[in-house]
Structure formats: structure tokens, C-alpha cells
């Protein structure tokens, strides 16, 4: 009887609440601006409803644009002084524009801001990491998913070591079935993130090796760059019958269709494989060199979210991305969107296996980012399309690893000197 | 009274003529002609330490002088040529003889054969590009399987994933999908030729090739000049087909760069790659002269030498 009545009375508070918020005068409205538009009804349905029913008085307003325009919109507005309170920020240089021109808020002394790891934030902080200013969103993390399934009825293991992730392939091989792995040349991201940037950071020990490039101290030319080249070289024998030619929607339908074993994934793919596979999927982290040795994942910071510095509302916007920065917002957001995950460095329990299996690596494994996206990606010729252009040409066997080291190497060091833009 | 009138007509300006002219001018200028030259202008100009700065010709040395970007150009310049090249030797003669096959009046289903070889003159490059990825596609292609029933499998490969046929393979998907236009201009010139000069020449007993070749050919050779600077113009303008199949990027190894994605990619960024509306401007005014340069060669060299008949 007492809880019926409580809520009788929440829910006519919540009545009078709905029906006559906008007349009071303390009533805030926050609008974010994000290029996001596929997640509006996630924003509409989940997160701001949570977040209005903890924070009465503020009400958010989701307001996405296109994500090829989002840029230049964002822009344009900024300087006519029309941009929504909250920004949703790019990573790295696109938004560090943004704070150096003073359209950013600093953020370093947001509470929630301590709940993130310094690799979270590198993508939305000064190149010095003194000041942040957004918070970190969400990451995808690399990986490889497979075929359970097929796995199952070859008697086969989830690799952990190169060594092991060989002799699955040829085992793979040997019986026919199955093409070992979904992978093509032609449209060379691929081959770069997926396979470059997403096995190479077990050798080059992650964030160390990443830092020690920018540092100067380490070269693509050195044995932790180029050995990842050489396995990515041997990755070419266990691609289907033309991967030169195949393009990344091939390589998705090789394997969703169950011709194909392994893909070398990004947990963007989780989503459309788990609608479109009638297989049971796994998910196995990059193989270490050796046995024992730590496992290093690419956790590619992707979206941030940060404050309008000429905002009329500023303590609402810092609540609100407070709220943000909470674990109550990570599981929301990252079970709302499994493949996309929060940053946050407090553990989040998502309800979708394949997504929870790939960001439990972030507790067995060290994160770093992709090693072209800071700072070495602002010259002629750009870093991140040399990386592209040389993985794709190492997968396809047009180019050897030490020649594509060789010439990335040099594409960097045409305009690159360590420190260049430290002032 | 005719002293009275001339002066008169002499104050008579006609500006109907202007206004008459007025809206294709204003239209024209500010859509082609001021970017034009504005581009042109951007080409002479940098961005030193923030501020806009006019720096001559330094943008142009830059392309021809630093390794890296003279190595892009020419690789570019050179595809493009290559492009023009198999479009020269395989479009136009095969839409002259389409043209030749399609004017002999004992053809039947003429009007068919025409509008199938055109139809793919009007899709979009969009799906041009997509449908011939598909057909050439190593993994779901009918490629593959068509040369397999004819039992030429082994002479498949993946042809737009390598460096050596990419660029041939496209300049092929382009040729197919315009050798409508040759074969319509050309088609258009032969009925322009009266019957009597064709029965004069058989009287005279040339028949067949003899007077393909000795009659029709110099009456339409105009019209083949004509086809060749739009060929020109067009190919050295391409960009649609390259970035629809295979990316801005115009892999595998840049084999597929022309200077329409080059441009795409300087001027506008990629990826990471920030935009550089300067050394895109430097590009653009390169791709202007080399054309420029192809048509006057043709308007002063070559038209001016071809003879024309009148009937």
C-alpha cells in the first residue's frame, strides 16, 4: 500500500513535472551537435531520458548533422556564435583546432575527467597532455572474430600466439572448407587498420613504441616496426582467390556468408555480423610474439564530447558531461551500441557476449591507439595514407616489408623532426 | 529629310543586343570564369606563418622540384596520357567502325544495335563503376566464370587489384561505357554524305573497303578530329570512374592516379590529410594549361589543315 502510494504520488509529480516544465524559468536547454545522426533514437530513447530523469531542470536536445558535412557545418557555425552548448569532437587535430581557437572549453578540471586513462584522452588533449578538452566517448577496439562454428568442427583453438594463429590458418587451409582469412588489398585501410595497426602493436609494444615514434627514438625502420610487416606479407597466402582485388564489403560478405574462417575486425562489425551470420561468432584479441608475452590491443578513440566555450549555460554543460563521464552513462551508451565502447576506465558489463568479450581485453591487455593519429598524420606526405598505401602493397606482395619501412619511413622523415610542434 | 534621318541612326545604340546577351555573360562569369581565374590566382599564393601570402611561383616549384610531389605529378600525367592513349586506340576506331557497320543500309535492327551501344553513354559513372567491380569481382564476378565455361580460366586474374592493369582494365570500363559517342558522331557524319557522291564512286568502281577508305574516311575525318579533342578534354578531365572504383586513394600503388584524383586529394584532403586549397589550386592551373595546350595544338596544327567539303 505505502509503495502504491509513493508511486501515485511520483508519477503525479512526474504528470506535473512534464506538463508544466517549460514554464519554469530555471529550466535549461542543452544542445549537442554531433555528427552521429545513426544514434538519434539512441539519444532520444535511452541516454536523455536517464540522464533528464536524474538532472531536473535541464533538458537536452540531441541535434545531429551529416557526417561528411559535420566539419564545416560545425565551423561556420562556431563563428556565427550559433553552435549548440555541447560539441561532439573528432579526434586529435580537428578538434585541438577547435580549442586553440578558443571555440573549446579547457576541461581539465572536470571531476569526471580523472574516471580516463591518458591514452583515452591523448585524442582531445593539448600535444602536451596538460589540457583536455573533451571527454572521451567512445573507442572500437581491433581484434579478430571468427567462426566459431567452423572452428568447433575443425577441432580448432583460439590462437594466442602468431606461432599458434600460423598453424590455425593452415589447418584451415589444409582441410579446405573454409578461406583462413577475410582479407583484401585493394581498398587499403583495410590493411592498414585491420592488419598493420591491429597486430602491430604487440610488437611494438603499444603506447611505448607509438610514443617513442613521435619521440624520434624509434623508426619504422626498426625490427618491432617491420616485423608486423612481415607477418601481414604472410598474411597473403591464406586470403581467398584474388584478394588483391577484393574490397573490404567482399571481405565482410566472404565472412558473413561463411566462406571464410577469421576476419580481422574492428568491433564496429559486431552489430551487422551478429544480424546477418547464421554462425556462432568468437572473438579472439592480436596474437602476442611469444608465449607470455603481454597483449596489446588497438583501442582507436573515435568520439569525444565537449563544451561550447561561449556557451550561456556553462554549469549545466559541465553536469551534463559529468554525467557523461559516469559508468552509468558508459553501460547505457556501450550496450546501446555494442561495438562502440566507453572510455571510462571503471569496468562496464555489456549484455552482448562478442562486445563484452572484446572489451574485456582492456583488463588482460595494455590499450594504445593507432600510431599515425597523433600528431604525425599533419605533414606531406601524410603518415596515416603512407601506412595505407605500403600495408596494402606488403599484403598484396606488390612491395617487401623493408622496402615499405623504408619508404614510409622516409615519406616521415621528409617533413617530420621530433619536436617540431612543441613551442 | 535623309540629313535629317542619319543622325538619328547613328545615336541608335542597340542594346538589345547586350541584354539579349546579358544573362548567358553574367551566368558564365560567375560561374566559370571568375572561379577560373580565381583558382588560377590561388595557384601564386601560400599560407606563411598563418597569413596569406602572394609567393609567385614558389607553389609551381614546389610540385616540379620537391621529389615527392614532381614524382606524383608525373606518375599522374603519365597514367592520364596512357588513359588517352588506350581511348585513342580502342575507342575511336571501334566507334568508327560501329559507325560504318551501323550506316550500311542492308543492317537489320539498326535502330536496336544503336540504342544498346549508346545506352551506357548516359548511366551514371556511379554505376558504371560499381557494375563492372562486380563483374570483374575475383570472388563473385562473371568474369571469372565466363572465361571458366570457354575454358580460359587461367586467363583470369584480378585484374583491378594490380598494379600493372588497373589503369587498363578502367580505361577498358571507360571505353565501353562511351564508344557510344564516337559511334553517334561519326554515324551522323556518313548519312550527312549525299548518295550521289557514293554512287558516283561506285560507278568510278570502288566498292567496300576501297570506298570506306578512299571516300567516306576524308569526308568524315573532320568530325574524327573533333571526337578526338572531346576525347582529350574528357580524359584529361577524368576523375568519376577512377574514385568510384578504386577510391581517392587510386590504388593499388597510386597505377591509377590521375591528375583529376590527384587534385581530388591535395585540394580537398583525405583521411587524415588536411586539405591544401594552394598547392590544389597549383595542380588545377597545371591541368588547365595541359589542356589548354592540347586544344590549341589541335585548333592551330591540325584543324586548320583538314580539309572540308561542301556539297
Redesign the interface.
Known sequence: MVLQKRLMLASAALAIAAGTGGAYAQDVTLTIESWRNDDLTIWQQTLIPAFEAAHPGIRVQFNPSAPTEYNAALNAKLEAGSAGDIITCRP??ASLALYQDGYLADLSDLEGIANFSDVAKSAWSTDDGAQTFCVPMASVIHGFIYNADAFAELGLEEPTTTEEFFAVLDAIEADGTYIPLAI??????ESASMGYHNIGPAYWAGEEGRQALIAGEAKFTDEEWVEPLRVLARWGEYA????????YP?SQ??FTLGRAAIFPAGSWEIALFEEQADFALGAFPPPVPAEGDTCYISDHTDIGIGMNANTANPEAARTFLNWVASSEFASLYSNALPGFFALSSEPVTLDNPLANEFVSWRETCESTIRP??QIL??G??????EN??HA??VL?G??TPEDAAAAIQS?LE?WYTPGMFAD | MAVDAEPVQRRARRWHIAVFLAPAVLVYTAIMIIPLFSTLFQSLFNTVGGQRTFVGLANFMVLFGDPRWAASFWNALWNNTWFFIIHMLVQNPIGVVLAAILSNPSLRLRGFYRTAIFIPTILSFVIVGFVWKLILSPLWGIAPNMLDAIGLRSLFAPWLGQEGAALTTLALVSVWQFVGIPMMLIYAALLSIPDEVIEAAEMDGLTGFSQFFKIQLPLILPTIGIISILTFVGNFNAFDLIYVSQGAQAGPNFSTDLLGTLLYRTFFGFQLQQGDINMGSTIATMMFLIILVGVSIYLFAIQTRLRRYQF
Do not use: C, H, I, K
Open positions: 586529435f587535430d583484401g588489398s585493394v581498398d587499403q585501410w581467398g582467390d584474388g584478394y588483391q582485388a577484393q574490397t567482399d560478405n566472404l599515425t593519429y598524420s599533419r606531406t606526405p601524410n603518415l596515416e595514407n595505407w598505401l596494402s602493397n598484396s606488390a612491395e615519406g621528409s
